[in-house]
């Protein structure tokens, strides 16, 4: 299951996340400008939490963001900014209904939660099957 956060900016740029034509929404961060820093959105990190909280994950005292460097045509910067040694939440569960079937829900654990760019997903990393 992936989520992606209602903000007013990205994950690790201040640019805009509103609808726009192509290329209109960029920062230097997001064009891999030589020198320019990841700005983490805060808002984020707060909606992230609550929604760890509602899935009754585990939150640890501490996170880390890594690189994950690879190469693909549309991504300048050789890397991703991601969360696979310390994500921000873990192990984790929720429940949801199939209608016409059961009158109980259905609960699927969580294997963790993490941020990752450039979309700005906030990803519980388990698929529902």
């Known amino acids: 299951v992936h989520i ?3 903000t007013a900016t990205k994950l690790f740029s201040r640019a805009s996340t509103s609808e726009a034509s192509p290329n209109r929404r960029v920062s230097p961060l997001d064009m891999a ?3 320019t820093l990841p700005h983490l959105n805060r808002q984020s990190v707060h909606r992230a939490l609550k929604m760890a909280r509602l899935m009754r994950c585990t939150i640890p005292e501490w ?4 690189r994950k460097h690879y190469f693909y045509a549309d991504m300048p910067a050789g890397y991703q900014i ?3 040694e310390r994500p921000i939440a873990k192990s ?3 429940g ?3 209608f016409d079937e059961h009158l109980e829900p259905y609960w699927k654990e969580c294997l963790r939660s993490r ?3 450039p979309s700005g997903v906030f990803g519980a ?3 529902i099957g």
């Open 4 to 6: 992606q956060l209602n």
């Open 33 to 35: 400008t030589p020198g």
């Open 63 to 66: 996170s880390r963001f890594d």
């Open 82 to 84: 991601t969360q696979n």
């Open 92 to 94: 984790g569960k929720f």
């Open 96 to 98: 949801f209904y199939v």
């Open 115 to 117: 941020f990752r760019n």
């Open 125 to 127: 990393g388990t698929a």
